[in-house]
């Protein structure tokens, strides 16, 4: 306690006869300077958000802006003093900009970088999530989810949390495990994982989880698969030369090649492999349990697979364009349209794909087991499907 008072007096001082520290934040930021002298007089040094704003405010000073607006929004006297504009700015930093979902759980990025998560709370995957700022990826398995910070470091939370050490540039959640991508392109996981299953050595660009297995793209172009070995899902890899992405269903691992084409493998008990589509041009895919979809760069959507769950009902037709985003649920899909409208197809046991919403304007769409969610235009949240596990 005493060393943050000191820290605050210091930094008091600092804002009244250093000014130049703030050259360049006051050309960034139309905050008046003695307002922030005065906010360390008029609010007891026992405030909690003193106390932080104390610890924070040297990084503050020479940070970048959004950085400092951040910072500023928590605390509320400085935030009722500023200029309409600046606030138009901090009210943006709490908009949604990604989504990520699990078995009965959501976990949303603000632009900010913090981490907001809704549904279900059995395994913890609300109550023990990441608090603070500065996230750039978000991850979610069945129970647990993941986010990598901007500062190399993962941080897991829900049923899984061994999350591991070191610096990463990616990372990906399967059923109950993570995937991530040190700094030096090598592999870790974490999660509920097999001693006894290899990790492969080398350098690799991009990776993907089922429900018990792994996929990684190496610099090379090759993609390499490992973990359960059931239905087949880490046998007969195909080994091409010019992969470019990867992703996974429950049972089956989906590449895609330069040329737009789709490679599968794994189980094709529904299909899943002998159905994919022949043509080339598609830059995304999702793999659902025993199906999957994929969008091609002429705005159509193919899905092919298991249909006895209804999967391809109501589906966008061959020659039905315009659309830019896809996502996939164990037995239900949704396509995002350019003008923000949404179309979901599959699986209405639980209403995932008869009450979608009506209006348009919404920005990215995510599937969970039997739910989905979209962020609209104004950076909140929409939810359909089943709510009995999932609170809106």
Known sequence: MEKLIE??????NLLENDK??????????????????????????????????????NYLICGKLEDVLIKIKFSSLIFDNL?????????????????????????????????????????????????????????????HSAALHRDGRVTMWGRYD????????????????????KNDGTLVVGGYYYNGFQIPSGKYIAIAAGCDHFVA???????????????????????????????CGSYHSLALRKDGSIVTWGCNYDNQLTDNPTKNGFISFKGGIFHSIAL?????????????????????????????????????SVALREDGSIITFGDKYWNQSNCEPTDSGYTAIACGKSYSVAIKG??????????????K
């Not at 709490?94 to 976990?107: M, Q, R, S």
């Not at 070995?229 to 470019?244: A, C, E, H, R, S």
């Not at 002429?298 to 659309?323: H, L, M």
Request: aromatic content about 12%; overall charge negative; hydrophobic content about 35%.
């Open 378 to 391: 104004d950076g909140t949240l929409k939810m359909w499907g089943n709510i009995n596990y999932i609170k």
């Open 296 to 332: 091609n760069k002429d705005g159509s959507v193919a899905i092919w697979g298991d249909y006895t769950r209804n999967q391809r009902d109501n589906c966008p037709r061959p020659d039905e364009k315009g659309f830019i985003a896809i996502s996939c649920g164990d037995f239900h």
């Open 217 to 247: 793209l190496n610099e090379n172009g090759r993609v390499v698969a490992w973990g359960g070995g059931l239905y087949y899902i880490v046998k007969f890899i195909p080994n091409y030369t010019d992969f470019i992405s990867v992703s």
């Open 162 to 181: 061994n999350a591991p050490e070191g610096n990463y540039t990616d990372i990906a959640c399967g059923g109950s495990h993570l995937i991530a991508i």
């Open 83 to 143: 200029n309409s504009d600046l606030k138009r700015e901090i009210y943006e930093l709490n908009k949604f900009v990604k989504i990520d979902c699990g078995n009965n759980h959501y976990v949303g990025l603000r632009k900010d970088g913090s981490i907001a998560t809704f549904g279900s709370n059995a395994y913890n995957q609300l109550k023990n999530s990441p608090t603070g700022w500065g996230f750039i990826s978000i991850a979610c398995g069945s129970d």
């Open 7 to 12: 820290d605050s007096k210091f930094i008091k």
């Open 20 to 57: 130049d520290c703030f050259k360049n934040l006051s050309t960034l930021l139309p905050v008046n300077i003695d307002l922030l002298i005065s906010y360390y007089d008029d609010v007891t040094i026992l405030d909690r958000d003193l106390l932080k704003l104390a610890e924070d405010m």
